[in-house]
């Protein structure tokens, strides 16, 4: 059995509520009691929709918000107290959805990849670009454009290459395809498969988008309200979804073949339409 590389125990986010005048009048669970483990080089996909905690849970492993309580460990490491330092931030490193937004457009593709390079003398920059480019298989005279040269796609391939620049160990990779087109999106779940093998990269997924993660991740999580609700080895959990939030993730996902379509859960409609997540629950309990 590999080692895990990342494990969340028990972690919890609460955000304090305030009334008008400051006072605490209760609190948001964001995250609440959520465990979950990598093992290194593994690849596990977080799902869950708009306000499931997806977000805090990758804010609190960047170290850019701390738990209310339970723990992140890196390599059997805490990262209380890691997450701010440099070595710590060259092992953990994140690719958003958006790479028009992460992209600085006054930066030349090669100056937005070397910015983790700073150490490096100018020629051995330049030769780390070339290979960072590569990897990502995009020509190395692209390091002279700048980002609106650029697609959706190929500027995705650069945030994938700035965030390999410090040759990092885990990628946390936030609805990184949500903003592209679902050919390019196929193209960008490849490159992060074959880079993972080769690099032996770890991978935490987030998407709200259940169906992506099921070629890619090797096991999935369900988020529900800051609670980690159904987790197992993908195949696994789209062949017998055990809880009806994950169901109705899956019944609702688009399908193009008839055979997708049998594999399709079959979820009770309420007047013609798919109930909402707390609808279903309600119907399940009684
Ligand atoms: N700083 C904050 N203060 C108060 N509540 C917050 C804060 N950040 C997030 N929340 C709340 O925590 C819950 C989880 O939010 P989070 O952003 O983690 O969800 P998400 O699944 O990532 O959603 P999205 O995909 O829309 O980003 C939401 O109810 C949100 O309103």
Redesign the pocket.
Known sequence: MTRPLLEAVNLAKH?P?KSPLGFKTGA?R??DGVSFSIPEGGIYGLA????????????MIMGLTTPTSGALLLGGRDIAGQAGRRAYRSKVQMVFQNPGSSLNPRRSIGQSIAVPLSGLSRRARAARIDELLGMVQLPASYARRYPHELSGGQRQRVAIARALACAPRLLVLD?PTSALDVSVQAKIIDLLTELGRELNLTFLF?S?DLSLMRNFAEEVGV?YL?KLVETGPTAEVFARPRHAYTRLLLASVPVISDEEAALRPQVPLIDGEMPTAEQLIAMEQR
């Not at 869950?48 to 804010?59: F, L």
């Open positions: 955000y509520v948001v964001a995250v869950g929709e708009s306000g499931s905690g997806k977000s805090t849970i990758a804010r609805e987030i709200h988020l800051g």
